[in-house]
């Protein structure tokens, strides 16, 4: 365990261990003389008494000394703990990187205040006991460098309050580059106090590269030393709403829930607020995840309304709570671009099918393509040659913006190119034989399995005919020959389905809608997605700063924030004429820490020291001088008993 | 006085007890001590038979009367006691640490004593060993006896080495009648020839006394810091850190001590050891009470 000492000068006084040798050889040459009549006895004692009593004087001399070591050390102040190196204590400078991710908001055991608030109360012991050299804060929300005045000053300040943003630690750690090499600090350590969490690590994330090197090549010799809290995640369920789409006078939240504890059945729990209004339910389920969909009444309530959901109290209250927020109904318009034929009366049906009121198909011809209105699109299924020109340039626009768009092959040849993508020839099954769905993805895509893990029965699917696709796609289900049915291209925010068979007869059996149906409706759902994402945010993300003549209000009722706080917390705000819930990233609720063998690796080359957060430990160093003055005491007491020399008694009294 | 180790008050107070023999003893004359021999003090000794010789002025007519027997009754003779002082006046005789040197102790036990000898009209004698001169004052009843016993006490100067044990053998050889023989001495000599002296007195019959004198330093041996110790007697010296052999050198002693205690049990020796910070009166006092015959004896 390195020591290191707060008054090294004092050190010196180590050469004070001489002072008992020097007085014993001292009185060896200062003897007195005497005369004296019972030599023999005495020559037989100095004859007996070499050996053992050399022995035990120099263990007498020994202890004494080594008493007086402890002594100076003591006053020397040494501070122990692992976390500073010999010479620690000579720091002019920290820069402390805090981590104020939701998941350092994790109650410590032994604390009982979070990780954040456990490493601060760290920080601020040490800086005390090292003479609180200079003190600058780079918190992970505003990643912005502040110099502190003093460390008590960290419990006032709104930069290391508890927020829903995530932190990105390389870039953190850039920022402390940058100060340092801006400003003269003298000697100058980097603290980062983190929970280690994967997410906000991003081990794979290029800018490590930066960051190691900015270490290396700063001028003066700078440590690194990482306040580690990642203690094991226990008793914690968090939520999420991954969805909120409102449908009439219903609002659909798809949730999911995440818990840390996987042995037993979960029965938790959950109160959904919507307006005002509260309601609860307990939901069962076992493993790690859970998801579900939640449709909530709405009433006659027009217009935009918010609400959240919320779990009980648990190890971490920052992820027991996840608002939404809603607009106006809409209609879910899908534009259906068809030549005309069997395929697009199918495909118009499968997307207004009967009893769904809310889906609107408007259908145009492909020259018409300019007419849709791209505003108010939900979907638009494209069943023509592909798009050119403006249209095609329109539609880039519209799926960069989050739209979604179903592609079906061409009735007759086609040599348009859309996006580097073409049809390439008609492939006709064997006499007598069909194409068959071989394989497909059930975790993802528009074939995936439903809620309850029921599976879309696209084997039932037989093809006569089909178009090869070619181009960079994800392939997401494939015929029986590996040749693809559906595939994938991700453009912007928005999604592009390629399906290379048609609803017709002459084709393929995909409009028995055991397929179709599933799909276009998953498409309407996904596209339907953009509109309510304009209710939603991560908290911190540039979508919840304020605009010119926009002022923030939280309207939710969960908690109050604290104005300059507010813009990285979660919960529901109107900002100017916007309504926006923000939450958490949902990289908070992987739980994911990084081990020591991927911190090596991560910081390799980099002169760095990473402190595990230990029971009962208030600060990082900790002062031993009471430790060695008990050592001294020993000492002490050992020299005394070696002294005391067993009384002979009074000779005569044995005679 | 004239004697700085003899004091008045204490022989005054002194004056009153008696020195008593602890065994027979064969004086020249007539005393308070018990004789060998049957004489004519006044205390019945034994019966016994009359044979052709015996004066028939002792037969007892009494017991001839009960008996129809012939006994002669004999009593008890009662002579004087002849007391031998014998002083160590060796180098180491010298010694002192905080109290008064060990001869001048040895001085006013011997002094006193031999004042209460003569002043009780028993003889007293005197015995300086040292190495190479062994003055004696043979023991006479004669008053100025006592003069020359303090003279030669006071001219008494502690050298060279012992001379103990052979003035013991000297004194054992050549004194013919019981004596008490009491010796003052710090007994630094060879421990088995002190007891092969100390056995030739007692075959001689002498009552032993042994006054064994020693300093408290020298057997607490307490000292805070390293001496260079110098032999008295042959001035050798050795530099010790007292605190390393103390417990040595007191076992050394207390071994030494438990063997002249031995030693004069053996020989049925009267031992004391004594430290020269002690009162002389007082061990005086209760070597005299010791000596006390008891009840029921004269």
């Known amino acids: 365990?390195?020591?290191?000492?707060?008054?090294?000068?004092?050190?010196?006084?180590?050469?004070?261990?001489?002072?008992?040798?020097?007085?014993?050889?001292?009185?060896?040459?200062?003897?007195?003389?005497?005369?004296?009549?019972?030599?023999?006895?005495?020559?037989?004692?100095?004859?007996?008494?070499?050996?053992?009593?050399?022995?035990?004087?120099?263990?007498?001399?020994?202890?004494?000394?080594?008493?007086?070591?402890?002594?100076?050390?003591?006053?020397?102040?040494?501070?122990?703990?692992?976390?500073?190196?010999?010479?620690?204590?000579?720091?002019?400078?920290?820069?402390?990187?805090?981590?104020?991710?939701?998941?350092?908001?994790?109650?410590?055991?032994?604390?009982?205040?979070?990780?954040?608030?456990?490493?601060?109360?760290?920080?601020?012991?040490?800086?005390?006991?090292?003479?609180?050299?200079?003190?600058?804060?780079?918190?992970?929300?505003?990643?912005?460098?502040?110099?502190?005045?003093?460390?008590?000053?960290l419990n006032e300040l709104s930069a290391t309050l508890a927020t829903d943003t995530k932190a990105s630690i390389p870039t953190l750690i850039s920022i402390a580059i940058d100060y340092i090499t801006d400003n003269a600090l003298g000697r100058t350590e980097i603290w980062l106090a983190s929970d280690l969490q994967k997410s906000n690590w991003s081990p794979d994330d290029g800018r490590w590269d930066a960051a190691r090197a900015g270490l290396v090549d700063l001028p003066q010799k700078t440590t690194l030393r990482i306040i580690s809290m990642a203690s094991a995640i226990t008793d914690n369920v968090a939520t999420r709403i991954l969805s909120a789409t409102r449908l009439e006078n219903e609002l659909s939240l798809e949730i999911e829930i995440i818990r840390s504890d996987t042995n037993t059945t979960a029965s938790i729990p959950i109160t959904y607020s919507i307006n005002g209004s509260r309601?609860?339910?307990?939901?069962?389920?076992?493993?790690?995840?859970?998801?579900?969909?939640?449709?909530?009444?709405?009433?006659?309530?027009?217009?935009?309304?918010?609400?959240?959901?919320?779990?009980?109290?648990?190890?971490?209250?920052?992820?027991?709570?996840?608002?939404?927020?809603?607009?106006?109904?809409?209609?879910?318009?899908?534009?259906?671009?068809?030549?005309?034929?069997?395929?697009?009366?199918?495909?118009?049906?499968a997307s207004a099918p009967p009893g769904l009121n809310h889906n609107e198909c408007i259908t145009l011809s492909p020259p018409l393509a300019d007419q849709i209105n791209w505003a108010q699109a939900t979907l638009i299924i494209w069943q023509a040659a592909l798009p050119t020109g403006s249209v095609a340039k329109q539609i880039i626009d519209y799926l960069e913006?989050?739209?979604?768009?179903?592609?079906?092959?061409?009735?007759?040849?086609?040599?348009?190119?859309?996006?580097?993508?073409?049809?390439?020839?008609?492939?006709?099954?064997?006499?007598?034989?069909?194409?068959?769905?071989?394989?497909?993805?059930?975790?993802?895509?528009?074939?995936?399995?439903?809620?309850?893990?029921?599976?879309?029965?696209?084997?039932?699917?037989?093809?006569?005919?089909?178009?090869?696709?070619?181009?960079?796609?994800?392939?997401?289900?494939?015929?029986?020959?590996?040749?693809?049915?559906?595939?994938?291209?991700?453009?912007?925010?928005?999604?592009?389905?390629?399906?290379?068979?048609?609803?017709?007869?002459?084709?393929?059996?995909?409009?028995?809608?055991?397929?179709?149906?599933?799909?276009?409706?998953?498409?309407?759902?996904?596209?339907?997605?953009?509109?309510?994402?304009?209710?939603?945010?991560?908290?911190?993300?540039?979508?919840?700063?304020?605009t010119d003549g926009e002022i923030r209000s939280r309207i939710d009722q969960y908690l109050d924030s604290k104005s300059s706080n507010a813009p990285y917390e979660a919960g529901v705000w109107r900002l100017g004429d916007r309504l926006v819930a923000t939450n958490r990233p949902a990289s908070e609720d992987e739980w994911l820490v990084l081990d020591q063998n991927s911190l090596n690796v991560l910081l390799e080359g980099t002169q760095f020291s990473l402190f595990e957060e230990t029971k009962g430990s208030e600060s990082l160093v900790k002062e031993i001088w009471k430790v060695l003055l008990i050592t001294m005491l020993v000492f002490l007491i050992t020299e005394a008993m070696l002294c005391l020399q067993p009384k002979a008694g009074d000779p005569k009294l044995k005679t | 006085m004239k004697y700085d180790f003899l004091d008045s008050e204490a022989l005054a107070r002194l004056g009153a007890m008696p020195l008593e023999a602890r065994q027979a003893m064969t004086g020249s004359v007539a005393g308070r001590h018990r004789s060998p021999h049957r004489g004519s003090s006044v205390e019945f000794a034994e019966y016994r038979k009359y044979v052709q010789g015996d004066d028939t002025r002792r037969l007892d007519w009494k017991a001839y009367a009960r008996s129809d027997r012939y006994y002669i009754k004999e009593f008890e003779a009662d002579t004087n006691l002849r007391a031998y002082f014998v002083i160590d006046a060796s180098a180491s005789m010298g010694f002192s640490a905080a109290d008064e040197p060990r001869i001048q102790f040895a001085r006013k036990l011997a002094a006193t004593l031999s004042y209460l000898i003569i002043n009780q009209g028993d003889a007293a004698g005197l015995s300086i060993c040292q190495e190479k001169i062994h003055l004696e004052i043979p023991p006479t009843r004669k008053a100025a006896q006592l003069n020359n016993i303090l003279d030669v006490l006071a001219k008494t100067k502690p050298t060279g080495e012992t001379g103990l044990v052979e003035a013991l053998h000297t004194i054992a050889e050549k004194t013919n009648q019981r004596a008490l023989v009491i010796i003052m001495s710090d007994l630094f000599c060879d421990t088995d020839k002190l007891t092969d002296a100390l056995q030739h007195l007692r075959y001689r019959k002498h009552d032993v006394a042994v006054f064994h004198l020693l300093d408290k330093q020298e057997v607490d041996f307490d000292f805070e810091r390293p001496h260079r110790f110098i032999d008295m007697e042959d001035q050798t010296s050795v530099v010790a850190e007292p605190a390393l052999i103390a417990d040595d050198y007191r076992n050394a002693m207390q071994h030494f001590l438990n063997e002249v205690k031995t030693a004069c049990h053996n020989v049925r020796a009267d031992y004391h050891l004594i430290t020269t910070n002690q009162s002389y009166e007082k061990i005086i006092c209760d070597f005299l009470s010791m000596r006390l015959p008891k009840k029921g004896r004269k």
């Open chain 1, 279 to 349: 309601s609860s339910e307990t939901v069962n389920f076992d493993g790690q995840n859970y998801q579900y969909r939640k449709n909530l009444s709405l009433g006659d309530k027009q217009g935009e309304g918010y609400g959240y959901i919320t779990t009980p109290t648990d190890a971490n209250p920052r992820d027991n709570v996840s608002f939404f927020a809603y607009g106006d109904d809409l209609p879910a318009k899908t534009y259906l671009i068809s030549e005309d034929g069997e395929s697009k009366a199918w495909l118009s049906l």
């Open chain 1, 401 to 546: 913006d989050g739209g979604a768009l179903l592609i079906f092959p061409p009735n007759g040849e086609s040599e348009t190119s859309f996006m580097g993508i073409q049809w390439q020839d008609l492939r006709t099954s064997a006499r007598g034989q069909y194409f068959v769905i071989d394989d497909w993805n059930r975790s993802d895509g528009p074939l995936r399995n439903g809620n309850e893990g029921v599976g879309i029965p696209a084997s039932k699917l037989k093809a006569l005919k089909r178009r090869v696709i070619d181009g960079e796609l994800t392939t997401l289900a494939t015929w029986d020959d590996d040749q693809p049915f559906l595939t994938r291209k991700i453009v912007g925010d928005g999604t592009i389905i390629f399906a290379t068979s048609l609803p017709n007869y002459a084709w393929s059996n995909l409009a028995d809608a055991d397929v179709l149906l599933p799909v276009i409706q998953r498409m309407i759902r996904l596209g339907d997605l953009r509109f309510s994402s304009a209710f939603s945010a991560i908290a911190g993300s540039s979508s919840t700063q304020l």
């Open chain 1, 1 to 153: 365990m390195p020591i290191t000492f707060l008054q090294q000068s004092l050190l010196w006084g180590l050469f004070a261990l001489s002072i008992p040798i020097i007085i014993h050889l001292l009185n060896r040459k200062r003897f007195r003389t005497i005369q004296w009549a019972a030599m023999d006895f005495l020559l037989k004692a100095t004859r007996e008494s070499r050996g053992k009593k050399k022995l035990k004087y120099i263990l007498i001399l020994t202890a004494r000394a080594l008493a007086i070591a402890a002594l100076i050390f003591a006053i020397a102040r040494p501070l122990a703990g692992g976390f500073l190196s010999w010479g620690g204590a000579q720091i002019d400078t920290v820069i402390l990187i805090l981590d104020r991710s939701p998941s350092m908001e994790q109650i410590d055991d032994n604390e009982n205040i979070s990780k954040r608030l456990t490493a601060i109360k760290s920080v601020q012991s040490s800086l005390k006991s090292l003479n609180n050299p200079k003190l600058i804060l780079i918190d992970s929300a505003s990643a912005t460098a502040q110099s502190i005045p003093s460390p008590d000053a």
